[in-house]
């Protein structure tokens, strides 16, 4: 159908369409049920109807307002998805700009009584050719009406497209637009369905235009109220309140492992290695109760400072979010993963900012060294962060004692504190999460340390990498751990959300029962809240409870709205979502700091400070994983054993202790050789990779490649999207990018 530029259609008679015009087509969205439908007149009736005309400032509006309401990286972000990555940011900033002055036209609408069903868009005079025929028939009929605002709004789309193409591009030399033509997307179809805002609640129709003609003079509205006769019944299948929400797991980090359950011998997370409290605490609720406490320390680690909106800004979705949201959006998560205990005790498997708490390096036992030396104080933005420590911090230095860098001290003392609190509590939910709390530090006391490593080369295998340089202290090696680096975020925390905001089957507009809501509408409906237009929020909470009406119609418990007024209000969720899941993935690139390529081979540069990645081991594909989760597993039985001993009434039992006897250089212990040498006699291949940076440097990376892409393919526009952010990373944020 495509030749040179002109859209020849084959029909009783023959005419071409002039290759600058856009007519109505419909987009590769969904439920649009209109196609290109062309009646066929002769040549000399497409020409401007005398007595018929149509005004419509409807989508123009729409869009002003939008740009009035949304700071720029909002703006920039809801409006790339749908005209073109291509597009720099810089345009689409312009174009808000223009908007907000006034100095964008609405193209001139004029009634045809021929031509293009049911409208077209000329690039060349910039105007939407209407024909008759459309709003004859949305004058009379409800379809007619829906159908033509779609048309506008569609038309409308061109018309913006061409103004950011050809007004408000930047020009090559030769005064030629530096942009292609068009967009690689149908954009009218896009816009169609992305941009307008309807104020559902308020209003049970929509004024779009006004016509006159011989017969009907006055508005064009769509009409909600009759929307609603408009459900139908599909299908009855029950929709699963607890469904496809238990796929998200990762890594040492939060779960099981990533792959326990096919390799179950090969592959841990934090939850699994408690797996080891059977004995003590036979009940699985038990453990999962424990569970809750060392989940809530992974999902800490997003509330960081890089993340987290300071306070007196404005909101800013895309650059920040409050912790207040990001706190329940961790709750919402907490509902999936705790459900059972959730349903039995509310209140104490609910996530608040008390239990949640940040991301601190002392509960990971990071290294806290900022290679910044004039970082930004973190407490200016949450009194609760940890100040930052720079290079010349005495915490930083190595214990020549103790071998072990006096940071790991502060971790060690905390967790004791935890496990006090924990044994005073009791048998309680609070005492099992303040068990689990502190476990996780134990854990990844060997997770991210380079333990393992050290007690390999103590019982033989001296080729075993240390990741640090000598230093002046008794064991020559010091015990170290990594400078925090967020692949481990990504790895365990971004990928859940994504994966709970985008599920992988779709969005649905399934609601079984009035007032339900998936984890996907009440994370969506937190984040919205952080967008600086309040109208996002109150246009989903308005569709929310329109669907709420909807599915209390009897006989339609399983309602799926159908035709265009279902899309009304998907417009601004849909919207919503793209906009959501764009910030996310700022948010995350935002958090990455590669630490790896600044500070070089800890093994050979004089460094005591190795990257976190460089050190951890908490996913399988990590040559050591399962020595370090049998070491892991050792030392929570034991510190589980002792909290059970001291909750059964044994006031001599020191949990407490029992777990800090574990915080020392592997040479100044030796529970763990027996382990160590049993393990290594079936793993020669395993201990010789752990010889090589550079297999595990691409090891590393690998996984660090794989986690990031799981993310990325998340959303709908997921991968242009990242790499449009990180393109126009200093137009948006005015800051120079710091992730690679
Ligand atoms: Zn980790
Ligand atoms: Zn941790």
């Known amino acids: 159908m495509l030749e040179g530029g002109n859209i020849t259609f084959k029909c009783p008679g023959t005419f071409v369409v002039k290759a600058g015009q856009v007519p109505f087509m419909s987009g590769a969205a969904a439920t649009m049920t209109h196609g290109a439908r062309l009646i066929p007149l002769p040549v000399s009736s497409r020409e401007p109807d005398p007595v018929r005309a149509i005004r419509s400032t409807f989508a123009f509006d729409q869009l002003t307002e939008v740009a009035n309401r949304s700071t720029p990286v909002e703006f920039v972000l809801m409006l790339a998805p749908i005209f073109g990555f291509d597009i720099p940011a810089q345009t689409y900033i312009k174009l808000q ?42 004058a009379t009929n409800v379809e007619g009406a829906r159908e033509l605002l779609a048309v506008l709004l569609h038309e409308f789309g061109h018309h913006i497209d061409n103004v950011l193409r050809h007004d408000l591009a930047d020009r090559n030399p030769d005064g030629t637009s530096t942009l292609g033509p068009d967009g690689p997307l149908e954009e009218g179809a896009r816009y169609a369905y992305s941009i307008a805002v309807f104020d559902l609640e308020t209003s049970s129709q929509t004024e779009y235009a006004q016509y006159e003609s011989p017969d009907y003079t006055g508005p064009l509205k769509v009409n909600y109220a009759q929307a609603r006769l408009a459900i139908q019944q599909m299908q009855g299948a029950d929709a699963q309140r607890r469904d496809g929400r238990h796929h998200t797991r990762e890594t040492f980090g939060a779960g099981r492992g990533e792959h326990h359950e096919d390799r179950p011998r090969a592959s841990f997370g934090h939850e699994s290695i408690e797996d080891v409290l059977q004995d003590d605490f036979p009940r699985q609720e038990d453990r999962k109760a424990i569970y809750f406490g060392n989940w809530l320390r ?31 959006v961790i709750d919402v998560l907490a509902g999936g993963e705790f459900y059972d205990l959730r349903t039995a005790n509310p209140s104490g498997y609910t996530v608040t900012a008390d239990k949640l708490g940040v991301y601190r390096p002392t509960e990971h036992i990071d290294n806290p060294k900022n290679i910044n030396p004039h970082p930004p104080d973190p407490q200016s933005v949450d009194a609760d962060f940890e100040p930052w420590v720079t290079a010349d911090s005495p915490k930083l230095a190595v214990n020549p004692a103790t071998s072990m860098k006096n940071y790991i001290a502060d971790s060690r003392d905390s967790m004791r504190d935890e496990l006090n609190r924990a044994a005073a509590a009791g048998d309680t939910s609070e005492g099992k999460r303040l068990l ?18 050290l007690s390999l080369r103590k019982v033989g295998f001296e080729r075993v990498l240390p990741w640090t340089s000598p230093a002046d202290c008794r064991h020559q090696y010091p015990l170290v751990t990594g400078m925090f680096g967020s692949t481990d975020v990504i790895a365990s ?17 399934k609601a079984s029962q009035p007032g339900q809501r998936s984890d996907s509408e009440k994370i969506l409906e937190i984040l919205l809240s952080e967008h600086s237009d309040p109208r996002y929020l109150t246009s989903f909470k308005q569709f929310l409870s329109l669907r709420d009406q909807w599915t209390e119609i009897p006989g339609h418990q399983y309602a799926e709205l159908i035709g265009w007024v279902a899309s009304a209000p998907m417009r601004a969720v849909l919207n919503g979502y793209n906009l959501v899941y764009q910030s996310l993935l700022h948010l995350v690139g935002n958090s990455v700091d590669d630490a790896q390529t600044h500070y070089g081979d800890p093994n050979t540069n004089g460094s005591t400070d190795p990257s976190h990645s460089q050190l ?42 029992v777990a800090t006897a574990f915080f020392v250089h592997p040479y100044d212990s030796s529970w763990q050789d027996a382990i160590v040498l049993n393990w290594s006699r079936s793993n020669g291949a395993n201990i ?53």
């Open 688 to 740: 010789e990779r752990g010889e090589s940076a550079t297999i595990l440097e691409h090891l590393h990376e690998a996984h660090a490649q794989e986690t990031m892409e799981q993310v990325r393919r998340a959303g709908r526009y997921g991968g242009q999207g990242w790499e449009y952010i990180q393109r126009n990373y200093e137009t948006l944020f005015g800051e120079e990018n710091q992730v690679r």
């Open 436 to 453: 689990g709390s502190a476990l996780h530090v134990l854990e990844d006391f060997f997770a991210h340390s380079n333990f393992v490593e």
């Open 97 to 138: 700009d223009a908007l907000k002055q006034g100095k964008i036209r609405n193209p001139e609408h004029i009634v045809m009584s021929g031509g293009t069903y049911p409208a077209d868009y000329d690039n060349e005079d910039r105007i939407i050719r209407v024909h008759a025929g459309a709003p004859d028939l949305a």
């Open 493 to 509: 925390i971004a990928g859940p959300i994504a994966q709970a905001l985008f599920p992988v089957e779709g969005w649905t507009f």
């Open 616 to 657: 951890a081991k908490d996913h399988d594909v990590h040559p050591l994983h399962v020595l370090a989760a049998k070491l892991a597993k050792y030392a929570v039985k034991q510190a589980g054993a002792a909290m059970k001993a001291r909750w059964d009434g044994d006031t001599a039992s020191d949990p407490g202790g």
């Open 298 to 328: 992974d999902f800490s680690q997003i509330v960081d400072p890089k993340i987290v909106r300071p306070p007196g800004l404005p909101k800013d979705l895309g650059r920040y979010i409050s912790r207040e949201a990001l706190t329940k």
